[in-house]
């Protein structure tokens, strides 16, 4: 992202997409903008820059109602269960190939927003995230059964 003038009223830290050439390599499938930026900003210092204990993950049409607790610990993070995640037995032979050791049944279905986790769980797994949605995206047989939430396993 830009500056866009009002980051002088919420602490704001900006880094850059991936170039239309970049992501057309993986489908132009744009949310693989989240893992990088998140790596980005581990990367450039930008969990030195906050002073909190915990980072609060959201997309931009999540609207919080009333305050919300922190459910996360310093070693396990807080995430939405979506009814639409749930890992199979079909998954199996995805998580061999992609998480040796993972069995589906251990799968939680969640992602990475709306998410409260600590800032020494992000910045260990942010690269483990892009990574695997790298990976994952450039995977025919993953790519057509997570579809659209790939990037969210």
């Not at 992202?1 to 970049?22: C, I, L, N, W």
């Not at 040796?100 to 020494?120: E, I």
């Not at 690269?127 to 396993?153: H, T």
């Amino acid at each position: 992202g830009k500056p866009d003038g009002r980051e002088a009223e919420m602490p704001s830290f900006f880094v850059r997409q991936y170039t239309t050439a970049e992501i057309a390599r993986y489908g132009h499938f744009g949310v693989l903008n989240r893992p990088f930026s998140v790596v980005q900003f581990a990367d450039r210092g930008g969990f030195e820059a906050l002073q909190e204990q915990f980072v609060y993950i959201a997309e931009t049409d999540h609207v919080l109602m009333r305050p919300l607790p922190n459910l996360a610990t310093p070693d396990k993070a807080a995430a939405f269960s979506f009814g639409y995640m749930h890992c199979g037995s079909s998954h199996q032979p995805l998580l061999d190939k992609f998480a040796p050791g993972v069995t589906y049944s251990n799968v939680q279905p969640v992602g990475p927003s709306p998410l409260v986790v600590s800032k020494p769980v992000l910045r260990r797994l942010a690269p483990l995230w892009l990574n695997l949605s790298l990976a994952l995206k450039l995977d025919p047989v993953a790519d057509r059964r997570f579809g659209w939430v790939l990037e969210m396993w």
